[in-house]
């Protein structure tokens, strides 16, 4: 059964960072493909980033502020937010294939 558990979320200006976090339980967590993705309300869900090995990607509206990490001795994935804006504003979620983290809120203020 794998298990994802996401934290670091928060409220924060404009400008500001935050580092959200992702514990996947899992024997085999480094050959995992892992993604963040986000939720705004009242919109669907939307890819932000992945990494697969050391491999990333990410949407357009991030790149350049946001960077993806993984730690395999912590089975740990990263999501480094810098240069926020209030449109990065929602619920942050971790995946791992078909498993999903239940969220993470995270809030930019103007």
């Known amino acids: 059964q794998v298990q994802l558990v996401e934290s670091g979320g928060g409220l924060v200006q404009a400008g500001g960072s935050l580092r959200l976090s992702c514990v996947v339980s899992g024997r085999t967590f480094s050959y995992y493909v892992m993604s963040w993705f986000r939720q705004a309300p009242g919109k669907e869900r939307e890819f932000v980033a992945t990494?697969?090995?050391?491999?990333?990607n990410y949407t357009d509206s991030v790149k350049g502020r946001f960077t993806i990490s993984r730690d395999n001795a912590k089975n740990t994935v990263y999501l480094q937010m810098d240069s926020l804006k209030p449109e990065d504003t929602a619920v942050y979620f971790c995946?791992?294939?078909?498993?999903w983290g239940q969220g993470t809120q995270v809030t930019v203020s103007s």
């Open positions: 990494i697969s090995g050391t491999i990333t």
């Open positions: 995946n791992a294939y078909q498993h």
